[in-house]
Nanobody, 122 residues
Framework: QVQLVESGGGLVQAGGSLRLSCIAS????????TGWFRQAPGNEREFVAA???????YYANSVKGRFIISRDNAKNTVYLQMNSLKAEDTAVYYC????????????????WGQGTQVTVSS
């Protein structure tokens, strides 16, 4: 059974930082592409960042230069370091895994966590 559990969300002022964690069980994250997505009320789920099994990383233009995705294989955990947060970053953040090497489409991700709320006050 695959389980992804996100944590680290919360309320932060604009300009602040948060680090999200995605801990996996039932699968080894280093064998997959792990992605972060977010969804704000009334909006579609959108791609944020991903890291491949080979540690290649890629980002949405809206977060490039502010967010950093990384992976700790020993802990089977992927992180999303979010810096210089803006009000428009407010959303529920989800992690997910895919067998597709590099993809920004949520349709390619088979397993999802339950999400963690990030709220940025302006």
């Amino acid at each position: 059974q695959v389980q992804l559990v996100e944590s680290g969300g919360g309320l932060v002022q604009a300009g602040g930082s948060l680090r999200l964690s995605c801990i996996a069980s039932g699968r080894t994250l280093s064998s997959y592409t792990t992605g972060w997505f977010r969804q704000a009320p009334g909006n579609e789920r959108e791609f944020v960042a991903a890291i491949t099994w080979g540690r290649n990383t890629y980002y949405a233009n809206s977060v490039k230069g502010r967010f950093i995705i990384s992976r700790d294989n020993a802990k089977n955990t992927v992180y999303l370091q979010m810096n210089s947060l803006k009000a428009e970053d407010t959303a529920v953040y989800y992690c997910a895994i895919s067998v597709v090497t590099e993809t920004t489409s949520h349709l390619d991700y088979a397993y999802w966590g339950q999400g963690t709320q990030v709220t940025v006050s302006s």
